[in-house]
C-alpha cells in the first residue's frame, strides 16, 4: 500500500524557515512526479509546487515562487518544501502528493500523506 508521509511542519514567526519532508514507500518514488498542496482554514486546497519525475524540473505558485524550493532525494524517497521568508498567509495545513506527471489540480492526484500544520505568527 502506498504510503506518503509529511512532516517538519511546526509554528515560525514571519520572515522564518522551515523544511518540510515527504517520505514515500510502497512505490517507486522515481517514477512519480510529486506535488506540494495546502490548505488553510476555511479556504480551498492549493497547489504550491510540483517536481517532475523525468526531469527535476520544479514548478510553483505565483504567491511562493522566489520563496519555496522543491527539492527530492531518490535515494531516501523523499520529497522537500524548504520555505524561506514565510508569511502568516503561507498558515495552512501542508499535503504531498504524487501522480504520474505534475499537475496543479489536487483532483489529478492519485496518492496523498496526511499533511502537517505549517503555522506563521508573530
Known amino acids: 500500500q502506498v504510503l506518503l508521509v509529511e512532516s517538519g511542519g511546526g509554528s515560525v514567526q514571519p520572515g522564518g524557515s522551515l523544511r518540510l519532508s515527504c517520505t514515500a514507500s510502497?512505490?517507486?518514488?522515481?517514477?512519480?512526479?510529486m506535488g506540494w498542496f495546502r490548505q488553510a482554514p476555511g479556504k480551498e486546497r492549493e497547489f504550491v509546487a510540483g517536481i517532475s519525475r523525468n526531469n527535476g524540473l520544479s514548478s510553483y505558485a505565483d504567491s511562493v515562487k522566489g520563496r519555496f524550493t522543491v527539492s527530492t532525494d531518490n535515494g531516501k524517497n523523499t520529497v522537500y518544501l524548504q520555505m524561506n521568508s514565510l508569511k502568516p498567509e503561507d498558515t495552512a495545513v501542508y499535503y504531498c502528493?504524487?501522480?504520474?506527471?505534475?499537475?496543479?489540480?489536487?483532483?489529478?492526484?492519485?496518492?496523498w500523506g496526511r499533511g502537517t500544520q505549517v503555522t506563521v505568527s508573530s
Open positions: 510502497a512505490f517507486t518514488f522515481s517514477s512519480y512526479a
Open positions: 502528493a504524487a501522480r504520474s506527471f505534475v499537475s496543479t489540480r489536487d483532483a489529478d492526484y492519485n496518492y
